[in-house]
Structures are given as C-alpha cells and as structure tokens.
C-alpha cells in the first residue's frame, strides 16, 4: 500500500528563520516518485518538485531546497531564510509506477505560517 | 498554454438540487482526477479516468454523485441532490500520459460549493 505522512500538522516561524517540512512515505514499489505541492490562501494547489526514486541527490532552487533519503523514506523540504509569502499549506505526494493512471497518494498537509 | 479550467468557481446551493461541476484539462492531457478538499478529510480523490474511461471510482462517496468524461477535453462532476455535507473545494486535475507514476498532476483553481 501506498501512503504518505505529513506529522507536523501547523508550523510557526518568524520570518527569515529557517523551517523543514517533513514527508515520509511508504510504498513497496522500487519506481515512484514524490512531489511537493503549495496551497496559499488564495486556494490553488501548486506544483513545486517531482523527485524520482533513483535519483537521491538533494535539489536547491532558490530558497527552496529537498532532501531525499530512500533509507529513511523521507523527502522533507527546507525553506531558507522564511519569507510572509511562504505561509500556505504544503503537500507531499506520491505516485507509483504499479498504479495505473498516476494516482497520487496526498499527505495531510502541513500549514506553514510566517509571521512578519 | 491554458491551465486545467474549472468553472463555475463558486456555487452556492440550497439542499436538494442539483450541482454540475466542469472541467477542462489541458490540451494533450490523457487523464483526469476529481478530488475533494474539507477541512475535516483534507484531499480525497473521487474518481479518475485515463483516456475519457473511469479507471477508479471508489472514492465516490454515494450514488448521489456521478462523474462523466464525453471526451477528451471535458468533464463534469454532478451531486444529485446536493447535501450540506457536500460543501467542500472540488479540484479537478489532468496529466499527460496515463500510467507510469512519473507525470505531475496539474490542478485547476477549484469550485468552492456551498450547499445550505
């Protein structure tokens, strides 16, 4: 079975601190892959990253950064130096090569607030 | 490119009738995914379908509700009759090529129902 977990339900920070979102997640197939999705308050569900599971190196891109571990079956994602515009709610999904049709398993969310 | 169009973007309706949902993915795209948002049972998928079939309806919470894709462009999602209970965002999604897990499911902005 497929399945995702997203522990921290609502996070604070203040602004320009640095903040983790934790994912981790279960699967028996050896192909998958992982993604990250924003939702501001504004409502839209963004996309952000897809990973793959063969390919383990970290990925940066800006403030943003994503840290795969297949050992611990993590793909948590680090905002650097927080800003009032990341406050949203974040979503790890997976999707694996064994389901037809890319069925995406979602985590629960995690609410990012970035207090000024 | 045009983004998956999903309209109307707000309904508000009294108990008992009927709700139409629309869809318009993104041209080329050959699967379709309806999800519904609460606060209480965050992003449930409802239905997909890969190339105009449904592939997976179990989500569907009863029979009240029905999904339909006439074609590759278009689909609808109906609650009939409409509950309180309904009121929640539906978000539909679309992705390029059905099966393999590796495609990313781009949202449309989502319907905020509100049944009273």
Known sequence: AQKVTQAQTEISVVEKEDVTLDCVYETRDTTYYLFWYKQPPSGELVFLIRRNSFDEQNEISGRYSWNFQKSTSSFNFTITASQVVDSAVYFCALSASRDTGNQFYFGTGTSLTVIP | ?116
């Open chain 2, 1 to 116: 490119d045009a983004g998956v169009i999903q309209s109307p973007r707000h309904e508000v309706t009294e108990m008992g009738q009927e709700v139409t949902l629309r869809c318009k993915p993104i041209s080329g795209h050959n699967s379709l995914f309806w999800y519904r948002q609460t606060m209480m049972r965050g992003l449930e998928l409802l239905i997909y379908f890969n190339n105009n079939v449904p592939i997976d309806d179990s989500g569907m919470p009863e029979d009240r509700f029905s999904a339909k894709m006439p074609n590759a462009s278009f689909s609808t999602l109906k609650i009939q009759p409409s509950e309180p209970r309904d009121s929640a965002v539906y978000f539909c999604a679309s992705i390029p090529v059905a099966g393999g897990g590796e495609d990313t499911q781009y949202f449309g902005p989502g319907t905020r129902l509100t049944v009273l």
